[in-house]
């Protein structure tokens, strides 16, 4: 009787855990809407030009390219970017007058001191195939040149957004022990040495850091909407006070199952588009939803 019954436990185990993975992969390829092609299989960042054509970059190992993408996910144009070096592309964004930003700041391990933003007039003013950008600099003041210890590992980069004359920063966590905070820091938008400045925190989850850490961000067009996006969710920010994104309501959007989501932006300001990269035959797509029509988990609504 007692073997039966743990059998009978294992059966249901078994199917729970399969109903739920089952649902898992459903969440998010029933949001796919295309594949993107091998040669930006790293993408980590995109963005849409005036035209609404999408626009991606990859990650490091790349020449320092734009990749503009058709319908179908192949390659309709590359732009080289002439005075750039892709050490560690990691995310694209873009401004209200449309300029596109490249940020070369991916920082795994926190060592480097001085790190790079590329801005480029919007693709569709750049006639030829390459162009040259403006170079905006920016070094962290908490970071004196000494080793940093494991539990203020909060240096690398993959996420920002521009907002007004500034260009916002949101950390990749990676601390021992891994307390799930996204610091936010702020720099000009203009050719210039900064030194950044920390003005905000928020904190996503503290179970496992492949799970949770931010990996790029996106303002919606008419700048009433935050997105942040990690490896399961997108963090929807809305109703804050100017640059105090974390101010407001705060929502999450389960993206079913992990995989290697490095960038997102906003088609229009009720459609978002995110990407994984493609890790063993899985990922490499793009993906679709419609805020009005997905399930938004609150988190925290903002006091009056």
Same mark, same amino acid.
């Given at each position: 009787?007692?073997?039966? /019954?743990?059998f009978t436990f294992f059966i249901l185990a078994v199917t729970v855990v399969?109903?739920?993975?089952? /649902? @898992?992969?459903?969440?998010l390829y029933s949001k796919k809407?295309?594949?993107?092609?091998?040669k930006v299989k790293e993408i980590s960042g995109i963005e849409f030009d005036k035209y609404k054509r999408l626009w991606a970059i990859n990650d490091s190992g790349d020449k320092p390219k734009l990749y503009r993408l058709n319908q179908d996910g192949s390659i309709a144009k590359e732009i080289l970017?002439?005075?750039?070096?892709?050490?560690?592309?990691?995310?694209?964004?873009?401004?209200?007058?449309?300029?596109?930003? &490249?940020?070369?700041?991916?920082? *795994?391990?926190?060592?480097?001191?001085?790190?790079?933003?590329?801005?480029?007039? *919007?693709?569709i003013d750049i006639k030829g195939d390459t162009t040259e950008a403006e170079i905006i600099k920016f070094t962290y003041p908490e970071m004196d040149g000494t080793p940093i210890e494991p539990d203020k590992r909060n240096f690398d980069l993959e996420a920002f957004v521009a907002f007004g004359r500034h260009l916002y920063l949101f950390t990749k966590n990676r601390t021992e022990p891994f307390d799930g905070i996204t610091n936010v820091y702020k720099v000009g938008d203009h050719a210039a *040495?900064?030194?950044a400045e920390l003005i905000d925190s928020f904190q996503t989850c503290t179970t496992l850091e492949k799970l949770c850490w931010i990996t790029s961000?996106?303002? @919606?067009?008419?700048?009433?909407? &935050?997105?942040?996006?990690?490896?399961? /969710?997108?963090?929807l920010f809305e109703n804050f006070k100017e640059d105090k994104f974390f101010s407001g309501d705060v929502s999450r959007i389960d993206l079913g199952i992990v995989t290697q989501k490095e960038a997102v932006t906003f088609y229009d300001d009720n459609t978002i588009v995110f990407t994984d990269e493609e890790f063993k035959g899985i990922g490499g797509n793009a993906y679709v939803i419609k805020l009005d029509e997905v399930e938004k988990?609150?988190?925290?609504?903002? @006091? *009056?």
């Open positions: 009787m007692l073997k039966k /019954s743990v399969t109903a739920l993975v089952g /649902s @898992s992969i459903y969440t809407r295309l594949t993107v092609d091998p970017v002439t005075n750039a070096k892709n050490i560690d592309w990691e995310d694209m964004t873009q401004n209200t007058f449309g300029h596109f930003f &490249l940020g070369d700041f991916g920082n *795994n391990k926190n060592d480097r001191k001085w790190l790079t933003i590329y801005k480029i007039e *919007n693709p *040495n900064f030194d961000a996106a303002l @919606s067009p008419d700048r009433t909407k &935050l997105v942040l996006l990690d490896s399961t /969710s997108i963090w988990k609150v988190i925290r609504k903002a @006091s *009056n």
